[in-house]
């Protein structure tokens, strides 16, 4: 059993930027893939970014890349998303999600064991 606790949402201008972390316990940390997902009202749940158990590989949705940047440390157990250039498009809850490694980055909600409670993200036009 995986426990996800995600932080750092908030409300931001257009423009600007927010460091969402997630910290886990509860299983070996470094044996865990991690994702951010996030689901805006009437949408579905959509994969943002993943990162590999090392940190070395790493996925980003078009809507994302070159915007936000994912990372990890294992050492203290937390995945950072850092979100830049935010657009009121960004709004949604924010999940962060976890499955025991392996060697494909996974992006479906699918194939992810444990979730987060969520935390929410609103840009302000």
């Known amino acids: 059993q995986v426990q996800l606790v995600e932080t750092g949402g908030g409300l931001v201008q257009a423009g600007g930027s927010l460091r969402l972390s997630c910290a886990a316990s509860?299983?070996?940390?470094?044996?865990?893939?991690l994702a951010w997902f996030r689901q805006a009202p009437g949408k579905e749940r959509e994969s943002v970014s993943v990162?590999?158990?090392?940190?070395?590989?790493?996925y980003y949705s078009d809507s994302v890349k070159g915007r936000f940047t994912i990372s990890r440390d294992n050492a203290k157990k937390v995945v950072y998303l850092q979100m830049n250039s935010l657009s009121p498009e960004d709004t949604a809850v924010y999940y962060c999600?976890?499955?025991?490694?392996?060697?494909?980055?996974?992006?479906?909600?699918?194939?992810?064991?444990?979730w987060g409670q969520g935390t929410q993200v609103t840009v302000s036009s």
């Open positions: 509860g299983r070996t940390f470094s044996n865990l893939g």
């Open positions: 990162v590999n158990w090392s940190g070395s590989n790493t």
């Open positions: 999600a976890a499955r025991p490694a392996g060697v494909s980055m996974v992006t479906s909600r699918d194939g992810y064991f444990w």
